[in-house]
């Protein structure tokens, strides 16, 4: 059983790390932190990989997070411009902070 509490300690913790390497390694953070905010979205019961998701409760978060994955997929081929990275970064950090916020657990 995992104690409650843990997941957002975890999450908190790599949250902090990323945000400190985003200013000196943009498009890796971006990279990390689209794969943290995954992560924290399935784990509160998102269904990312299901088009009824976004007609979902939060359609707006996943609009969110998916349109900062399509930027992480121009990092990783090497096509981003500082201002994409700049503008995933930004989503993820208000998708970080509605999970923490305002999502309890499922």
Do not use: C, N
Not at 5 to 18: A, F, K, V
Not at 68 to 96: C, K, N, S
């Amino acid at each position: 059983m995992v104690e409650p509490g843990l997941d957002l300690h975890d999450w908190t913790t790599r949250w902090e790390q990323l945000e400190e390497a985003a200013h000196d390694s943009p498009d890796e953070a971006a990279t990390e932190m689209g794969r943290l905010i995954e992560e924290m979205l399935r784990d509160r019961g998102f269904q990312l990989d299901e088009p009824v998701t976004l007609e979902g409760d939060e359609p707006g978060i996943v609009k969110q997070y998916l349109a900062a994955r399509e930027i992480g997929l121009l990092i990783d081929g090497g096509e981003a411009d500082p201002g994409d990275v700049a503008a995933a970064i930004e989503g993820y950090r208000e998708i970080y902070q509605y999970v923490i916020e305002d999502r309890a657990p499922p």
